[in-house]
Structure formats: structure tokens, C-alpha cells
């Protein structure tokens, strides 16, 4: 046998989806291979406490193992599990969430519940397209390389007419990147990236209207640490599309944070509402919060609401929906660790409750610790990555203890998971 050549089985995945075996005490995180597989691999690079590794042969099929419906799966790296079965993938998040619950922020808790999406595949209502070399695609797994895709089975029908009629576009050289945003009607919210320049489309402009595009949007771009800049031209229709959640219409402009899957989104909200338990007379922030998709939800039961949003498209859009909807919020511009304690010191508002749904890399630490100097009865921590989450918990839980954790299947056929927490102030124990 090779120095480098092993043969072990997949016992587990790490947070990009890739299966994970031991040598020697070592995890070896491999390109590929779902768990329960039995695999032949190549050790390609070694670190300290990690090595990573090439699947060169699969001996031995797992019996979670599922045929992809994807003809890019193998290439593309949208995608982790279309080859592993939907009860496995859903058992492996629940676990993946308890070891981190566990290891991470030391809690003795285990997830209460997790709800799955009503749809596994056409749930996406976002994507972001690359071009380069007359090609439009998803980087592959692991890499940079572009992987030409025609039709994703992630993305609802009507954004992949227009992803084909993009494909005829003659100047696909001017664009690095292609937005497609889609509305719950089948509408859609079109951004074309470049580095610089005009774009010129009036001969794709009568397809993509008839395929139901409302908007369509120009970035500069040159860059590449973002998908977008900050600099939009409309050069086609409508400012927004409109959504919808729980029976709430919202207004998405092209930069604007919005979930990518609309009916998961719903039960995730439902959720997080049913921890928070809003009354008429409470006074609750909503930090993170976008176009205010969850502070309409909670406004709608009386509270005082008031959300923090640090872009400002997305808080224009929030005071919109909330005066579109006749929903009595207020919605302020700024860091969330900053207006915060500005909203708190100065203007004197002191909530009882508190939600927040931060990005991937989880709350500002000033935040934390300003939720920890001045507790609130009850705070819900909504995360896309149970990973920070429990970083972040395992500071909290100083002041506040973990009653419930509950997941959604935000992202099915990755790795990805969304969770909703409740924690309540400890100190109501001894008051």
C-alpha cells in the first residue's frame, strides 16, 4: 500500500458537507462520500490536528446512499447531500447540532424538535450565478473552477428560464456574476454584475420579460470578496419585487436580506414567535432584521417592536412594508451593538425581549456582552451556523439559561441548517 493510500469509512461530515474518516486519531476530511461508506483515499495535505484527502475509490456503497437527481452534482459545489438519503440528512444536523450544543457551549440540552422543509428541491429564491469565459455557472467543489449549469434543480422554474435565456445573451464576456431573485408569484428580480461599463440587453430584454422578470438591476463590482457592491442602477422596470410571509407583503430590493426558502422560513418563524410569546405589552428588538420579516410578524400581536438593520436598502424597505401592511414598528439604521445600547442609554427604551437572527459569523462580541450587562426576560437566537450560535451561547449561558432549541430544514441538500433558541434571564429565578 501506498504511504499515503488508506482505507476507512466515513463516520461523519464536516460544516461544508465533506465526509470525514480518522488515521491515527486524525480526522481526515475528504472530497466527497457520504457516511457509511467504505473508501480508498489519497492523504493530499497534512496539518497538525487535520489532514485532507482524495477519494480515489468507494469499496463499499453506504446504505444511506441515494442516486443524485442532479447531472452537476459531482462537479458542483451548490449541493451536499443529493446522494444521501433525506431521514439520514436530517438525523446528522440534529446530531451535528447537539455536539456543539455539547463540546462548544457545554450545554447539557439537545435539540426539542426539528421541522423539515416542505420542499426539497425549486425552494431556492436567490442565487448568484458566475460567468467567466463565456460561461455561466456554480463554483465547483472546493474550488474556483466554474461549472456550466443550465437548469439547478435548487431554484424555482421561472428563474431557470431566464438562467437559459442568459446562456443566449451574446455579450456574456461584460458579466462576471448573475443574480436571480424570484417572488412567491414566479416574478423575478434580475442583477447583472460587471467590473465596469454599461451592459447593453435588448437582445435578450423581450425573452426575459415574457419569463417574467419585473426588474433588473446593474452592480459594479470589481471586486471579488463580495457578490455584490454596493453600487445598484436599475435599468429595467419596477424598484422591488414583492413577497410574502405568514400574510405579511414585503417589499425586496436587490441587495435586501430576505430567506431563500419561503414555506421553511414560515414554520422557522412561527417558531421562533412561539418562544418569544410577544404580548401587547411588551417591548421587544428585533436585531439582524432585514426587511423586517419577523418584526412584522411579532408587531402584529401589539408589542412595541423596534428592529435594527445595518443596511440601509433593507431598512427603507422594512418601513415601507411595515406602512404598506399597516403594521405599527419602527425601524432604525445601524450596527446592532451600537444602536442598541444607544436606543437602551439615551432614549431610554429598555425592552423586555429580545430576538436575534445575526449572519453566519454570529453576534458582535460587544453585543454579547451588552446582552449579558442588561438581560432581558427572554431572548430568541436564530442562526444559520449552530456553530457560532454555541460559541456565543457558551457566554450567554452566564446569564441566561437554554430552555429550547428547535430546527429547520432551511437548506435542504446541504449542510446547512437554520435553529431557533429560547433562553430566559436566569436571574428571574431569585427576583
Not at 410574502?244 to 441587495?255: A, M, Q, R, T, V
Not at 418584526?295 to 402584529?300: D, F, I, M
Request: hydrophobic share 35%.
Amino acid at each position: 500500500m501506498e504511504e499515503n493510500k488508506f482505507t476507512r469509512e466515513i463516520i461523519d461530515f464536516d460544516f461544508k458537507g465533506f465526509g470525514m474518516a480518522k488515521v491515527d486519531g486524525l480526522p481526515v476530511f475528504l472530497d466527497g462520500g457520504v457516511i457509511g461508506d467504505q473508501v480508498e483515499f489519497l492523504i493530499t495535505k497534512k496539518k497538525k490536528n487535520f489532514c485532507k484527502g482524495k477519494i480515489i475509490n468507494i469499496i463499499k456503497k453506504s446504505k444511506d446512499r441515494v442516486k443524485s437527481p442532479c447531472p452537476y452534482f459531482k462537479d458542483c459545489g451548490g449541493c451536499d447531500f443529493l446522494n444521501y438519503s433525506d431521514d439520514m440528512e436530517l438525523k446528522w444536523k440534529e446530531d451535528d447540532t447537539n455536539k456543539n450544543l455539547e463540546k462548544i457551549a457545554g450545554l447539557d440540552i439537545k435539540v426539542e424538535e426539528v421541522l423539515d422543509s416542505p420542499e426539497k428541491t425549486h425552494y431556492r429564491n436567490n442565487m448568484q450565478f458566475q460567468v467567466r469565459d463565456g460561461l455561466i455557472g456554480l463554483y465547483g467543489k472546493n474550488s474556483k473552477d466554474i461549472v456550466a449549469i443550465k437548469n439547478c434543480l435548487m431554484q424555482r422554474d421561472k428563474a431557470n428560464e431566464v438562467l437559459q435565456i442568459m446562456w443566449r445573451y451574446k455579450k456574456l464576456k461584460d458579466l462576471k456574476r448573475i443574480g436571480i431573485r424570484t417572488n412567491y408569484m414566479g416574478e423575478v428580480l434580475l442583477i447583472l454584475v460587471t467590473r465596469d461599463g454599461e451592459v447593453e440587453i435588448r437582445d435578450v430584454l423581450p425573452d426575459l420579460i415574457e419569463a417574467g422578470v419585473k426588474s433588473i438591476y446593474l452592480n459594479y463590482n470589481a471586486g471579488d470578496k463580495f457578490h455584490y457592491s454596493r453600487e445598484f442602477e436599475k435599468i429595467y422596470g419596477e424598484d422591488t419585487i414583492e413577497e410574502k410571509l405568514l400574510d405579511i407583503n414585503y417589499k425586496i430590493s436587490p441587495e435586501s436580506f430576505f430567506q431563500i426558502n419561503r414555506l421553511a422560513t414560515e414554520k422557522l418563524y412561527q417558531k421562533a414567535i412561539e418562544y418569544l410569546e410577544p404580548k401587547s405589552e411588551d417591548k421587544i428588538y428585533d436585531l439582524y432584521c432585514g426587511v423586517g420579516s419577523i418584526s412584522l410578524s411579532v408587531a402584529k400581536s401589539g408589542a412595541q417592536v423596534i428592529g435594527i438593520e445595518i443596511v440601509d436598502s433593507a431598512v427603507d424597505d422594512a418601513r415601507i412594508n411595515a406602512e404598506n401592511n399597516s403594521i405599527n414598528a419602527r425601524f432604525v439604521k445601524g450596527a446592532a451593538e451600537e444602536v442598541i445600547e444607544k436606543l437602551w442609554q439615551e432614549e431610554k427604551i429598555s425592552p423586555n425581549k429580545i430576538i436575534v437572527d445575526p449572519p453566519r459569523k454570529g453576534l458582535d462580541e460587544k453585543l454579547v456582552n451588552f446582552l449579558k450587562e442588561n438581560p432581558v426576560e427572554r431572548l430568541v437566537y436564530i442562526s444559520c451556523n449552530p456553530a457560532t450560535q454555541a460559541r456565543d451561547l457558551k457566554s450567554l449561558k452566564e446569564v441566561y439559561r437554554v430552555e429550547k432549541v428547535a430546527l429547520v430544514n432551511l437548506f435542504p441538500n446541504t449542510a446547512h441548517v437554520e435553529a431557533a433558541i429560547l433562553m430566559t434571564y436566569c436571574g428571574l429565578d431569585k427576583e
